[in-house]
Antibody, heavy 122, light 110 residues
């Protein structure tokens, strides 16, 4: 059974930084691209970022480009999201998702974690 | 403003069939596959339909998907109270180079 466990969500001040982590078990991690998808309170889903299996081809949504960085450590079955210069509109539950393909584009979100809450407020 | 369009809610009585539409454009649904996700309150989304009309193992055959041109739809037949949830459509957008989601549709069982 594939399991994803996110951590790192917290209350952070505007302009601050935060790092989210997601550990994956039950799958050959390097074979799959990974993504982060967020959901603001009471709102819909928004793709944030994705990374390929080898970790050398990150992709970003326009809302976070230049502020967030995705990376992965295949030796630890872990994907990270470093969030810099956070804004109030970044407040959301952040879900880690294992994708169906090795590449993070034009595929889909096959398995999801339970999410971790990020709140941006002074 | 979502790139894909869905109705805010649909409702039906137990046993009935309901359908959720998802409208897109030539840069997303028109040329790429559509996926559907189900989300219960307070829970993570889960994959419901992949590649337009395929069900992952464990998803009841009461759920079915279809796609035509720049639109797609999700149908739920034999509606049950446990089908009450939010449903999101999703596709890759070649112009935006991003995944786009619909705003979500709440299914209400009367």
């Amino acid at each position: 059974e594939v399991q994803l466990l996110e951590s790192g969500g917290a209350l952070v001040q505007p302009g601050g930084s935060l790092t989210l982590s997601c550990v994956v078990s039950g799958a050959t991690f390097i074979r799959y691209a990974m993504s982060w998808v967020r959901q603001a309170p009471g709102k819909g889903l928004e793709w944030v970022s994705g990374i390929n299996g080898s970790g050398d081809d990150p992709k970003y949504g326009d809302a976070v480009k230049g502020r967030f960085t995705i990376s992965r450590d295949n030796s630890k079955n872990t994907v990270y999201l470093v969030m810099n210069n956070v804004r109030a509109e970044d407040t959301a539950t952040y879900y880690c998702a294992k994708m169906k393909s090795t590449v993070p584009t034009a595929t889909y979100f096959e398995h999801w974690g339970q999410g971790t809450l990020v709140s941006v407020s002074s | 403003q979502s790139v894909l369009t869905q109705p805010p809610s649909v409702s039906g009585s137990p046993g009935q069939r309901v359908s959720i539409s998802c409208s897109g454009t030539s840069s997303n649904i028109g040329i790429n596959n559509v996926y559907w996700y189900q989300q219960f309150p307070g829970a993570a989304p889960r994959l419901l339909i992949y590649r337009n009309d395929h069900r992952p193992s464990g998803v009841p055959d009461r759920y079915s998907g279809s796609k035509s041109g720049t639109s797609a739809s999700l149908a739920i037949s034999g509606l049950r109270s446990e089908d009450e949830a939010d449903y999101y459509c999703e596709a890759w957008d070649d112009s935006l180079n991003a995944y786009v989601f619909g705003p979500g549709t709440t299914v209400i069982v009367l």
